[in-house]
């Protein structure tokens, strides 16, 4: 930026220097003190009608004296003269000392030549803090009570002004001062002396400016509050509403202080604390609103720091007393004042590197004229009271902000009206096209939509005990294969908004090719079976690992054969990946070619990025691939629809070793990674020979080992993360110590959890007995012999992994059985919004599809131990109960009451969905006028308590016996199955209490991990 040539920065300058000469030819004009030995002189001064003269100068003070009129008269105390305005601390006393900052003493000035024909009027502004005002020996006006001692002093510090008719040439004034709170004390700003009237004029507009700052704060502070809380939750804006509100107080507060006027009766710390709140949140909450703006994050959060650190004194005002938070007073006034000019400083810098952060040009420039302003306003308050510049040019600096304010105000008015004609037309034009957009995409989505349907009708027109487990299964995985697509489907025509508006997020990485290819063949399988063509894949192994986001590439691939597959009836389609030069080329060819791909090369040079908007997809998959540095084209010589991606580091890409392929060339998808050990044993013995030999024995078949010498190393490797596969132990281990050691792993872990393998050296039929009677699984004896001893660790390890298959096995049949009972109405409403409301209907399509997307990837869960995040569950349940709400409307309600720290616990898959739509479905929904369903999760010492209830048609205990026994008639088989795992995992049994017309309470109950 040629900032030569930038009219903001010079105007802004050049006001600044205006401002600058104006304050300094104030300073420069101030008149000579008016007092002097304590006596002023009107003879000699020009007291005019419309203006006043402040009593600055040499002024008499009797230290810690607090004396009447009468006593000054009878000459009791002896003064001293002390400069007014200024602090009495370190005064010098007639004995010799200096004076404390606490104490008191009384100020006195004689008036010569005063008009006895006029009203007169004394100003009083500031005076710590307690203080009495005598004129011709009459008291006139007081705030607070000056006193001796802490205890006989009460402080208050108000302004007020006095009016007085003279009745002789001679006035004399008397002002007694106490101050027993802050450091210094005394007579802080000038004492104005004018006629009553102009006085009165005066401080009238003074009090008007102030009441009209006020107002206009206030409504800026509504406004911006009304904008937030009813248009858009803008944190800037709830931002700008505490500032004008925060900025109303600080007018409040101070200068004539109305707060104090306003509520006379409130006490001295209340009155204090409100003020200096508000005097020091200002420059805490401008600190916060720049560095909301700004999207550099080091300089945001410098910024939120230097904030916090104001706000901490903030929060010393509220916890302690004005005489402790006031030693630093002066410390923390400066520090606002930095934080001002800090904003300043990077609001330039910034704008100088056209760094406008969230805002625009315009508006940056007025951030920074507003904050600039209020740096200037504090400044000239300051050079106010300290008496060097008059209170108008601070006037003419609020009226100034004030107009600021306003301009900003318009200036959003303004862009607002501007912004609404552009999206008036611009939705115009949407709306002619919506139609459109409408029938070409209801279309793609109904295709995927009705599949599901016929599939789900054949599901449900079929008992479950009449159909083949294969069958189900078969038909359940076109199911989830054809949501897979309508997901797709759905989740590119967001992606086509975000691309839009730049807010896609692309996260690359290495991507396996070998499993992005499986997954696609899953999903693809059956559509390509059904239309009589089989499915290739290939990849070369120095071209499995690519550089992309695997997720979009997914998505890409999903586009791109989707569309082959959907217009190839009969032949061969191949996926292959190979390298060429540094990037992987993946193609996807058939045979006879695709009609897709036919159309798209008759069409050249017509691509897939270009084709109407029915195939956002294909325009999306080129999107993604360009965001990835990759590139989508259809050759036409060879017919075959090619991208690229760039490929992975070979340092950053796992080492894999793969296995020999087949004839034609098909990847195999369950390659084992190099270095990746096939188990992992322990190893409990002190026989070094032991050691030796099993060491070189199972490091040859990848087998990870770990050694422990005693009973105690062992249990503490067990103790640890990563729990081993298996367990060797020596039975003299530790002295004889390797049964009570494998007694002890019996007591925590079964034999399919953790196979134990006892060495020992006596293989007579009783010491066989007696090491299978401590719980091993299998016995090992001397001399060891390798094949003996691999087939028994084979057999142990295959054991373990049947058994665990077993019991997945067996949840997966019980998931299984939890029928999709609600697709159909589910699907069937969703159609009927299709019809009413299609806003509505895309939201809860996207809301079937993410709960399809949950329920079927369950069954590839990636934990383990079958496990899954209690949120997880929870995005299910939400789903699953937003497509209720709309079959029920009013007639269903669900509360939930989740603690929300248990998000990362673990939780059984569709443990606590069943319970919640068996409450829906045979509890509220069987009442004609419905009910609410209640889910509430709570954390009780080591454990999850769940609880489900409802107000519904409730069960007799026959019914629930039934239901728990047997699933009931066919309608509770997930409420049996949930008990039925529940009870196979933890052990915990299902509680169930209901009661006929008045509902159900089901309460599970299962440890609490992480």
Request: hydrophobic share 45%.
């Amino acid at each position: 930026m040629k900032l030569r040539k930038d009219l903001f920065l010079i105007t802004l300058l050049v006001v600044s220097l205006l401002v600058f000469l104006v304050t300094w030819q104030q300073i420069q004009s101030r008149e000579a003190l008016a007092v002097k030995q304590g006596v002023l002189d009107l003879h000699t001064l020009d007291l005019k009608n419309d203006r006043s003269i402040f009593l600055d100068g040499d002024w008499e003070f009797y230290p810690n004296q607090l004396l009447s009129p009468e006593d000054i008269h009878r000459g009791i105390g002896k003064a001293t003269l002390i400069k007014v305005p200024g602090d009495w601390e370190k005064e010098m006393l007639p004995n010799g000392e200096r004076m404390e900052g606490r104490g008191y003493g009384t100020y006195r000035l004689l008036i010569k030549h005063a008009p006895t024909d006029k009203m007169l009027a004394i100003s009083k502004r500031y005076v710590r803090f307690a203080d009495r005002l005598f004129v011709d020996g009459r008291l006139m006006m007081s705030s607070g009570l000056p006193g001796t001692s802490l205890e006989s002093y009460e402080p208050r510090n108000v302004p007020y002004t006095v009016y007085f008719n003279p009745t002789r040439p001679e006035v004399e004034v008397v002002l007694q001062a106490a101050n027993f709170d802050f450091k210094s004390g005394g007579i802080y700003s000038s004492i104005s002396l004018g006629f009553g009237q102009t006085m009165e004029k005066s401080r009238a507009l003074q009090a008007a400016i102030e009441m009209l700052a006020i107002g206009v704060l206030l409504m800026l502070s509504l406004l911006y509050l009304y904008l937030y809380y009813r248009l858009h939750r803008n944190r800037l804006q709830l931002l700008q509403a505490l500032f004008f509100l925060n900025y109303a107080g600080v007018v409040f507060a101070n200068g004539e202080r109305l707060f104090l006027q306003f509520f006379p009766n409130l006490s001295f710390e209340f009155a204090f604390k409100i003020k200096y709140i508000a005097v020091y949140a200002l420059p805490a909450v401008v600190l916060w609103i720049v560095s909301s703006i700004m999207l550099n994050r080091r300089t945001r959060g410098q910024l939120q720091l230097f904030g916090m650190i104001v706000f901490s004194y903030i929060a010393l005002i509220i916890g302690f007393p004005f005489h402790i938070y006031a030693q630093v007073q002066d410390f923390f006034y400066m520090l606002g004042l930095s934080g001002y000019v800090i904003s300043i400083g990077i609001l330039l810098r910034s704008y100088v590197k056209r760094d406008y952060g969230s805002v625009n040009r315009p508006q940056f420039q007025l951030l920074i004229i507003s904050v600039w302003m209020i740096l200037l306003g504090s400044i000239l308050s300051i050079l106010n009271s300290v008496n060097l510049i008059g209170m108008v040019l601070v006037n003419v600096t609020l009226l100034l902000i004030m107009l600021i304010f306003f301009y900003v105000l318009v200036y959003h008015y303004i862009t607002a009206y501007d912004s609404m004609k552009q999206l008036t037309h611009q939705l115009q034009v949407a709306d002619q096209m919506k139609d459109e957009f409408l029938l070409l995409t209801s279309h793609e989505l109904n295709t995927p939509l009705h599949g599901i349907i016929h599939l789900s009708r054949s599901l449900i027109a079929s008992p479950a005990r009449r159909m083949e487990e294969s069958e189900i299964q078969e038909k359940l995985h076109r199911i989830r294969n054809t949501a897979y697509r309508m997901s797709h489907l759905v989740q590119d025509l967001i992606d086509a908004s975000r691309l839009g508006d730049g807010s896609l997020k692309i996260t690359k990485g290495v991507a396996d090719l070998a499993s992005c290819f499986s997954v696609v063949r899953e999903v693809f399988g059956n559509l390509s079976s059904g239309k009589g063509s089989s499915f290739v894949c290939r990849i070369q192994p120095e071209a499995r690992f690519v550089f992309a986001d695997e997720t979009r590439l997914l998505q890409v691939l999903y586009n791109l054969i989707y569309r082959t597959v959907d217009l190839q009836r009969e032949g061969e389609l191949t996926l292959e990946g190979y390298l060429r030069k540094d990037e992987v080329v993946i193609e996807i060819r058939s045979e006879p070619p695709s009609t897709f791909i036919e159309a798209h090369v008759k069409n050249a040079p017509l691509s897939p990025w270009n084709a109407s908007m029915s195939d956002v997809g294909l325009s999306i998959a080129h999107d993604l691939l360009k965001l990835m540095e990759g590139d989508l084209v259809i050759e036409p010589l060879s017919r075959t629809i090619m991208v690229t991606l760039p490929v992975a580091d070979p340092v950053e890409r796992p080492k894999v070793t793969d296995r020999e392929e087949s004839a034609k060339g098909d990847v195999h998808f369950g390659v084992t990674q190099k270095g990746k050990p096939v188990a992992t044993v322990l190893i409990a013995t002190s026989d070094l020979v032991d050691m030796e030999h099993l060491e070189s024995l199972l490091t040859m078949e990848g087998v990870k080992i770990r050694f422990a010498a005693t009973a105690q190393d062992a249990d503490s490797v067990l103790a640890q993360p990563g729990l081993p596969d298996l367990v060797i132990v020596d039975t003299r281990l530790s002295g004889g110590k390797g049964f009570e050691f494998c007694k002890r792993i019996r007591r925590v872990y079964s034999p399919a959890e953790l196979p134990v393998l006892l060495i020992t050296s006596r293989n007579t039929p009783a010491d066989i007995a007696a090491c299978l009677a401590v719980g091993c699984n299998d016995v090992i004896t001397r001399p060891l012999e390798g094949g003996g001893i691999l087939v028994r660790i084979h057999t142990a390890l295959r054991m373990k992994r049947l058994i665990k298959e077993a019991a997945d096995n067996e949840m997966a049949f019980l998931r299984s059985q939890i029928k999709p009972h609600f697709l159909y109405n589910a699907l069937g409403t969703i159609m009927s919004l299709c019809y009413s409301d299609g806003p509505r209907a895309g939201e809860l399509l996207g809301t079937f599809s993410r709960y399809l997307r949950i329920l079927f990837h369950w069954d590839h869960t990636e934990d383990t131990e079958g496990m899954i995040p209690l949120s997880r569950e929870m995005e299910l349940i939400m789903s699953y109960v937003e497509i209720e709400r709309e079959r029920f409307g009013q007639r269903l309600r669900v509360d939930f009451d989740i603690d929300k720290s248990l998000n990362n616990a673990k939780v059984m898959p569709l443990l606590i969905e069943p319970l919640v739509e068996n409450a829906i479905r045979h509890g509220v929904s069987k009442k004609i006028d419905g009910g609410t369903v209640r889910l509430a999760i709570c954390r009780i010492d080591n454990e999850v308590q769940v609880v489900v209830e409802d107000d519904g048609v409730g069960m007799t205990s026959e019914q629930v016996d039934l239901l728990l026994l047997r699933g009931g008639t066919g309608n509770g088989v997930g409420l049996s199955n949930t008990a039925r795992r529940l009870k196979h995992l933890h052990g915990q049994a299902m509680r169930i209490s209901s009661t006929p017309g008045e509902g159900t309470r089901v309460e599970i109950h299962f440890p609490y991990q992480l």
